[in-house]
């Protein structure tokens, strides 16, 4: 086991180092002068050269290459232009909020997911289960960002049960920043809890087809039992990996729900560092983001053998 | 797959065209998806006014006979504005599929094929499929700047790692038949064995994922306007109405629902009609279905 964790570590290597290149060309396909975009158009000459500079921007091509990933390696990922603090710092400010919306949301995605998925698949053919499917089907289908407007609209406007917008962190009260949590979570959990529920169904549809189902159903134990203890067990690596990538896909979705929602967090750092063109924070997230998916993806393989004995690395 | 690969000849085509009609979702997927192309293509002959023109008087009109869908906050048609929106997110939609097969079915191609190289393609490929869609797309549009050519090189980027995935995987399958061994005995070269014998063989993925990339492209074009990094404000696609529609949410809520639901409904479409689609021209399950 730590054996193959050593060598799919190993084996991240080259990955991250592929995506750090993209990472750093992104600044360099940008057409134009990166540093008179960053700028804008009235900056002076000299600020633009002095900023080139200050980029390491004058250099040839490799060798900014090769010095992006000394700094990378060494855990420097450059100042923040619009803050002028250390990108580290500024992603750290960050971090907290997108984390505790995330967790949240999985739970909500799960909570609603799994049930649906099972029941959808022990129920098969029923009314339920093509209700549960229809749901499954608009839940990927309705754009994250407007179904999050229309509870805002319903909740907060119509009703004034939740806040419109806003964070508050758990440590100034729970219950209130749960309030303010409650539908960007929802939003979140619920698109995602459509694939879940979607990935379960399949899963568990496979497994009941086993020997094993039929021989514990010829033993004469109770269906509940038989779905619960053989069949569900079963299905669970397919839906932890289902829940491996939505959580690296929330990190991206936060972009959305954390704007619309004004909440503090690592996406909405993105999407204003976007449309000031910092882009030193830009690469910095986009880097800590894709690498938290490889090991993510890490952990949902290792996550395997814990569920399934059978699986040995 | 009960070893009958060789069996798919051509009969098991009408039997998947058999399992495709009698699944109503497939068929209800179908004519949502054609009603809404339907509407973007001849958006420009039934729109009542231009999806430009602007009637100030008339700002924020509640849909009525004269206004289908109401107006926004510039007393603009939202009926015209949204079929021009079908239209351009149809034109994305189309654009982004070819982009993404474009790049990503040559590199499945060749890494499914020649084991040589399949480590070092499809590992760039998984360092593209790292970055979170939305996150790369964003990335991408904050360098190119916003512009619908530019939504469809990002969205087309970002998504054609899935294609050469699934084309990699349908070649792996295939070329193991017989019928590509011995094209390889009778020494025909490798580019002609993957583009006449294999690649014909692993079409069908080819358009399946084709519609669930569909899919995305509509959803990713309205997201990342409605971020502002997308098509550029002026332009009335359905993420822009959206967006600007936000702001009059309390008053004037038909800006926002009629092209959120637009959307809805050509992603559903896609979707429901991509997924039966899958069932259909998956061979194990034309097998247990048709008995």
New interface residues.
């Given amino acids: 086991m730590l054996a193959y964790i050593f060598r799919r570590l190993l084996a991240m290597v080259?990955?991250v180092v592929?995506?750090a290149t993209?990472?750093f060309l992104?600044?360099h396909?940008?057409?134009g002068d990166p540093a008179v975009i960053m700028l804008g158009p009235d900056a002076s000459d000299e600020a633009v050269a002095e900023l080139r500079s200050e980029l390491g921007l004058d250099a040839p091509l490799y060798l900014q290459w090769v010095r992006w990933f000394q700094q990378v390696l060494s855990g420097n990922l450059g100042e923040s232009i619009f803050f002028g603090i250390p990108v580290t710092e500024t992603i750290r400010r960050h971090l907290a909020p997108t984390i505790y919306l995330s967790g949240l949301a999985i739970l909500v995605a799960i909570g609603i997911g799994v049930p649906a998925g099972v029941i959808s698949a022990v129920r098969r053919g029923s009314f339920l289960d093509q209700g549960v499917t229809m749901v499954a089907?608009?839940g990927?289908?309705?754009?994250?960002?407007?179904l999050a407007?229309?509870l805002?609209?319903l909740f907060a406007?119509n009703l004034n049960l939740l806040p419109v917008a806003g964070y508050v962190p758990p440590s100034e009260g729970l219950v209130a920043s749960l309030r303010y949590l409650a539908m960007p979570a929802f939003t979140m959990g619920f698109v995602q809890s459509a694939l879940i529920a979607r990935m379960t169904r399949a899963a568990m549809l496979e497994v009941v087809v086993q020997d094993y189902i039929r021989t514990a159903r010829a033993k004469g134990l109770h269906s509940r039992h038989v779905t619960m203890r053989h069949t569900f067990p079963n299905a669970l690596i397919a839906v932890i990996t289902v829940v491996g990538i939505i959580f690296?896909?929330m990190?991206?979705?936060n972009?959305?729900t954390e704007?619309i929602f004004t909440i503090p967090g690592i996406g909405q750092l993105?999407?204003s560092s976007?449309?000031r063109?910092d882009y030193p924070v830009?690469q910095g997230?986009?880097l800590l983001?894709?690498?938290a998916?490889?090991v993510i993806n890490l952990l949902v393989d290792v996550a395997y053998a814990l569920v399934d004995p059978r699986i040995k690395y | 797959m009960n070893g009958d690969g060789p069996n798919l000849g051509m009969a098991p085509w009408k039997k998947r065209w058999r399992v495709l009609m009698r699944r109503p979702v497939v068929l209800v997927g179908g004519a949502i998806f054609l009603a809404l192309v339907a509407l973007g293509l001849l958006a420009p002959v039934i729109s009542p006014v231009g999806p430009q023109v602007m009637r100030i008087p008339d700002r924020l009109t509640p849909p009525s006979a004269t206004y289908l869908l109401g107006t926004d906050d510039f007393g603009r048609d939202l009926t015209s504005r949204v079929l021009h929106g079908i239209r351009l997110s149809l034109v994305i939609g189309t654009t982004v599929v070819l982009a993404s097969t474009a790049i990503g079915l040559p590199v499945g191609l060749v890494a499914g094929y020649l084991p040589r190289l399949d480590n070092l393609l499809m590992?760039?490929m998984?360092?593209?499929m790292?970055?979170?869609?939305?996150?790369?797309a964003?990335?991408?549009?904050?360098?190119?700047?916003p512009s619908a050519a530019n939504v469809t090189i990002a969205l087309g980027i970002v998504y054609s790692p899935r294609m050469a995935r699934i084309v990699r995987g349908a070649v792996l399958v295939v070329r193991q038949f017989e019928y590509v061994t011995a094209a390889q005995a009778l020494g025909l070269p490798d580019v002609k064995v993957m583009t006449r014998h294999v690649l014909p063989n692993c079409l069908s993925p080819v358009i399946v994922q084709g519609t669930f990339i569909f899919?995305y492209a509509v959803?990713g074009e309205?997201?990342l306007s409605?971020?502002?990094?997308g098509v550029p404000p002026h332009v009335p696609s359905l993420g822009n109405i959206?967006a600007g529609g936000?702001v009059y949410?309390?008053q004037a809520?038909w800006i926002?629902?009629f092209p959120?639901v637009a959307?809805?409904m050509l992603?559903?479409g896609l979707?429901?009609f991509g997924?039966g689609l899958r069932d259909a021209l998956d061979p194990r399950l034309v097998q247990s279905r048709t008995g």
């Fill in positions: 080259p990955i592929l995506v993209i990472v992104l600044i396909i940008t057409p089907f608009l990927v289908s309705v754009p994250e960002f407007w407007l229309n805002v609209l406007v690296s896909v990190m991206g979705g972009v959305i704007t993105l999407m976007v449309l063109r830009i997230i986009v983001i894709a690498t998916y490889v | 590992r760039l998984d360092a593209l790292a970055f979170p869609a939305v996150i790369l964003i990335a991408l549009m904050a360098a190119l700047g899919a959803l309205a997201l409605f971020l502002g990094a959206l936000r949410m309390s809520p926002t629902i959120g959307i809805m992603v559903l979707n429901l997924d």
